[in-house]
């Protein structure tokens, strides 16, 4: 097999085999003198994934730095801070393919802002390699990714390795390192880990099978990449289908666009639509392409069905026979990326597969160490942090746990305030419902000043939408205070 | 054809993106450039919106030097598929005598393509603009998220950016902000081609080799459409056998040696063809990083 890896990656094109390749997604990890630029820069090269006049450029930077004739890691490191400062900054993707795959690399940054970076880049791969620095043998980061990835719900671990060439090759400093990763990795145990010795400097391993570590008789880094099995079992889980759009282009045609979360699904097949809870049938399975006969996870279509019930956006259709958890209550680990800290009461904007609405930060349980694993006392969410939360929110959510679906059991979080994504979670379980949180866009106040109506929102993003605040509109105004007067009564009431 | 189950992926990957932006942002518009990208994203908007039709416009920024051929495929592209094409040129900059070899390859781009964009995002309310813009084009571009915010001025902070996590985007701006989305972020060039290649998309002609007149200098065939590019003393155009590998404008974009006359035969090109794909784009290499700081200033 090595052999097809020296052709040209692309040169296959009008083969047959073209049909069967497929996509893998993996992300990278490691500390800053890790190499990881440089193991990633040598798979692209050595891969012969990238052209001349991109290693011209990198050639002549790397002219005032410290590397051999060409630095690799500069083929990776694309904003101007990067290459100056000679680190990487912010989550990046790659491209790469073989006759047998492609790639997607999300390359993410070990120094600061690791676990924000890291948890972005796993949270859409099917795989991850953590470097470890053969020197420096099991560190408390690389057990830190290793944990990520597990949190994250990846099912492969490819542990490399590297700068086997500063330790004369010897395979007892390999054999050491994998004996510790191992037992840390039980404590994970959806974790399949593979290790690999490696010089990403030296090009060992990585692309082509290494004749200095006659020791070592497993495959290469890319070889392992083209071989592992990309999980395909989305398909073998219960239907999910999140409603994206409401697809109305006549009087005659009702459809609810989306892409399929995990399932199959055929014209006739009984399904629950929710949060109502209803039951309907599958009508149709329309595309562009025409109607399709089945579809499955992953597929973009629009479905109609044999009932005419009211869905909108947010709600989902799911398999009659293994009803998804409905609930305004659950238990969640929740993984905070902003630099502003989160305390229990705030509220804030929640996203999950396609609903949106306001969520709560009811409880927090304890506060994960992602050195130790030990659970601490917290009273606050701070940057980078992983705890156990219970959140509650004002609608109901239609969800599966995230170790049973990736992509119905994930949500993040929005601050109102700023607009920015401040939380990542993944949903444990439901949970008892305590108190009501209000669905209402935010607390908002009103006065009545010289025969004109002015409210008060305390939400810019509704402030913005609805300027100017002012109604001089005296009819207007008095509408619009009945109304708001009504509003707020029903939802003190209730 | 059955499509490779790579591209399936990378197909409904981008449908959802495209669905996305139309449930939850306000007015939305395709930033249409006429070239494959677009070509490709304009089928994907077909896909994601049926049996509706597309549900926004498409906008072409129009620096007045784009090539003849180009704004031909334009205008019956557009007719054909019903859709609304709003076409934006800074006149102003154009009437001042904005041109690359006048004004310099940075000063013209910032005038004729930036600002123009910024002024038509602007004078529209878009919230919005959807791009074809992919990682894999250049190195900045690779820290792109798929919704990438833009404050008041159009402007990029590449230090700055949301954290894009699964496949759930973060859509919410403030009035004047906005958002450039780019459905083909992971895309590669080659599986643009072999999409346009299974789905049988009609694309520029400019993209399939033929005798054109050029000045040729050295590795460089320079297109002559515009009569004030300069020529060396005694030069004349020859015809040599060539074709777009991107389009842009014509004075600023360098043509390639090819025979590659069809979309097998480009596909086939690709796969032995050791330069990168923006390396005839003069504006790429005006100075160092400049996709970088152009984008910072509310590039594409």
């Given amino acids: 097999m090595a052999s097809t890896l020296l052709s040209n990656p692309m040169a296959d094109f009008a083969q047959p085999e073209e049909h069967d390749r497929d996509l893998l997604r993996f992300t990278t990890a490691g500390s800053v003198d890790d190499g990881k630029s440089t193991l990633i820069g040598r ?94 043998g099991l560190l408390v980061q690389s057990r830190r990714h290793a944990f990520i990835a597990s ?27 994998e004996r510790d990763f191992r037992q840390f990795l039980e404590l994970f145990q959806t974790l399949e880990p593979f290790f690999i ?56 045609f009702r459809g609810y666009a989306g892409t399929i979360a995990s399932g199959e699904i055929k014209p006739g097949d009984t399904v629950t639509v929710w949060p109502s809870g209803r039951e309907t049938r599958i009508a149709s399975i329309s595309t562009w392409d025409g109607e399709l006969d089945s579809a ?59 609903h949106q609405g306001w969520a709560e930060l009811a409880q927090i349980e304890h506060r994960i160490n992602i050195n130790t694993l030990e659970k601490e006392a917290a009273e606050t969410l701070e940057v980078n942090s992983i705890s156990v939360v219970r959140i509650e929110t004002a609608r109901p959510l239609v969800f599966d746990p995230y170790a049973a679906n990736r992509i119905t059991g994930s949500f993040i979080l929005i601050d109102p305030a700023t607009n920015a994504t401040v939380a990542a979670g993944m949903i444990d379980r439901a949970v008892e419902s305590t108190h009501r949180v209000s669905d209402l866009p935010a607390q908002f106040t009103w006065q009545i000043k010289d025969r004109a109506l002015v409210v008060n ?38 | ?60 920024i129009d620096t007045g030097y784009k090539f003849k051929e180009m704004i031909e495929f334009r205008d019956r592209f557009a007719a054909q598929l019903g859709v609304k094409l709003i076409v934006h040129t800074n006149r102003a900059a154009l009437a001042d005598g904005a041109n690359p070899f006048v004004w310099g390859t940075q000063r013209c781009c910032g005038a004729l393509k930036t600002g123009a964009l910024l002024e038509a995002l602007r004078e529209g309310a878009y919230d919005a603009a959807i791009g074809g813009a992919r990682r894999d ?32 985007f973060n859509t919410h701006v403030n009035k004047g902000e906005s958002q450039r989305v780019f459905p083909l972020s992971n895309w590669t060039e080659l599986d643009v081609w072999q999409y346009i290649h299974y789905e049988n998309i009609p694309v520029v002609p400019l993209y399939f080799a033929k005798y054109r007149p050029m000045l040729v200098r050295g590795d460089s065939l320079l297109p002559i459409e515009q009569p004030f590019v300069p020529r060396l003393p005694g030069e004349e155009p020859q015809m040599v056998k060539c074709r777009m590998r991107s389009l842009g404008c014509s004075p600023c974009t360098g043509a390639i040696r090819s025979d590659a006359d069809s979309i097998p035969a480009i596909i086939e090109e690709l796969t032995a063809v050791k330069r990168s794909e923006r390396q005839n784009r003069v504006i790429d290499h005006d100075q160092d990083g400049s996709m970088e700081i152009k984008k910072q200033e509310g590039y594409f």
């Fill in chain 1, 43 to 136: 798979l692209l090269y050595d891969s012969r994934n990238v052209y001349d006049d991109q290693i011209e450029s990198v050639s002549k930077a790397s002219a005032g730095r410290n590397a051999g004739a060409i630095d690799f890691s500069l083929l990776t490191d694309g904003l101007r801070a990067e290459r100056e400062q000679g680190i990487t900054i912010d989550v990046a993707h790659r491209y790469f393919s073989t006759p047998r795959r492609k790639f997607i690399i999300a390359d993410t940054p070990g120094h600061e802002q690791y676990t924000r970076n890291m948890v972005t880049g796993a949270s859409t791969a099917d795989l991850a390699i953590v470097l470890v620095d053969a020197r420096k």
């Fill in chain 1, 151 to 177: 949190l994250l719900g990846l099912q492969h671990l490819v542990i490399a390795v590297n700068k086997m060439d500063l330790v004369g090759y010897d395979e007892r400093v390999f054999s050491a390192i």
């Fill in chain 1, 197 to 252: 010795p490696v010089s990403a400097l030296e090009g060992d391993n990585i692309v082509h099978r290494s004749d200095r570590m006659s020791w070592y008789r497993g495959p290469s880094l890319l070889e392992y990449l083209e071989e592992v099995p990309v999980e395909e079992s989305a398909s073998r889980k219960p239907f999910r289908f999140a409603v994206q759009r409401v697809v109305r282009p006549d009087h005659i």
């Fill in chain 1, 296 to 354: 499955q996870a992953g597929q973009a279509v629009t479905l109609t069905l044999s009932d005419e019930l009211d869905l909108s956006r947010g709600n989902t259709i799911a398999a009659a026979d293994f009803e998804p958890e409905v609930a305004t209550a659950f238990r969640a680990t929740l993984v905070w990326l902003n630099e502003t800290s989160a305390q229990t009461g705030k509220r804030y904007r929640i996203k999950q597969a396609t």
């Fill in chain 1, 457 to 494: 929102v305390d939400d810019p993003q509704f402030a913005a939408e609805n300027d100017p605040r002012t109604i001089s509109d005296p009819e207007a105004a008095d509408l619009l205070q009945r109304l708001l007067e009504r509003l707020h009564k029903l939802s003190s009431t209730e």
């Fill in chain 2, 1 to 60: 054809m059955t499509k490779p189950g790579y591209l399936k992926r990378l197909e409904a990957e981008s449908i959802y993106i495209l669905r996305e932006v139309v449930a939850e942002c306000a007015k939305p518009v395709l930033l249409y450039s006429i070239g494959k990208d677009s070509s490709v994203l304009v089928r994907l908007a077909q896909k994601a919106f049926h049996p509706g039709p597309i549900p926004f416009p498409l906008l072409h």
């Fill in chain 2, 137 to 168: 084009e250049e190195r900045s571009r690779a820290k792109e998220r798929v919704f990438s915010f833009r404050d008041v001025k159009g402007q990029w902070d590449p230090r700055n950016q949301r954290p894009e996590l699964w496949n759930i």
